[in-house]
């Protein structure tokens, strides 16, 4: 008879990864991964109070997330890791709940991805995956945002390196209150923008 798989009390909960090679144990300031035949322990993250883990296509990076949000400078409320090694790439601080979801990895295992509140204006990055920095715009030869202005959500092709935005401005004119909403493509790295969609709302009325 096999002995049962050892693993440690107050457990919070189980996970298989999408692929279903790792099963994810969950504590309140750390998760374990599990693998292999007999899935035995391979390692262990330390991050506080971890809600969500998910695994890059290739398996080799993890991005963990403990649902929190926070202005200390020393937040860690999304953690992108190198699996294989265990070592800590980069820490996102979250302001805004809103926009964990906007944070995942691209469907060719080389981008990350995610949309970021920087002294009250919002910003879609995208970041090499194996180093963690920003990836250069070819036109400036610099690391920056992508040019989408006052992006709320971002979402990767499940096939390829299509990165879709949308974006949402208020015009506050004396005659004219509306918002103008877009939702742009992008292929990375080269930055190509296809702009797929626009509209307005305008606001008639609006009472609390």
Known sequence: MKKPIEIDTFIKK?????????????????????????????TRFTHNKVKKVIFSPHEDHIMSFNGTVSDNKSAENIIV?????GVKLRIFKLVNKALEDTFGFDATNK????????????????YDIKTMVVVQDPATQKRSQLDTANPINCAWSS????????????????DNQSVRSGIFIYKLPERTKISWVNFTFK?????L
Request: aromatic share 16%; proline share 0%; hydrophobic share 40%.
């Open 81 to 85: 890791w190198n699996f294989y090694t």
């Open 111 to 126: 981008f990350v991805s995610g949309v970021q509140e920087i002294d009250n204006k919002r910003h879609v990055f995208v």
């Open 14 to 42: 189980l996970e298989f990864s999408a692929s279903g090679n790792y099963l994810i144990v969950y504590y309140n300031n750390s998760f374990e991964i599990y693998g292999g035949k007999d899935l035995k322990k391979i």
């Open 203 to 207: 606001i008639l009325e609006a009472n």
């Open 159 to 174: 096939s390829d390196s299509l990165l879709a935005v949308a974006s949402g401005i208020m015009d506050e004119s004396e």
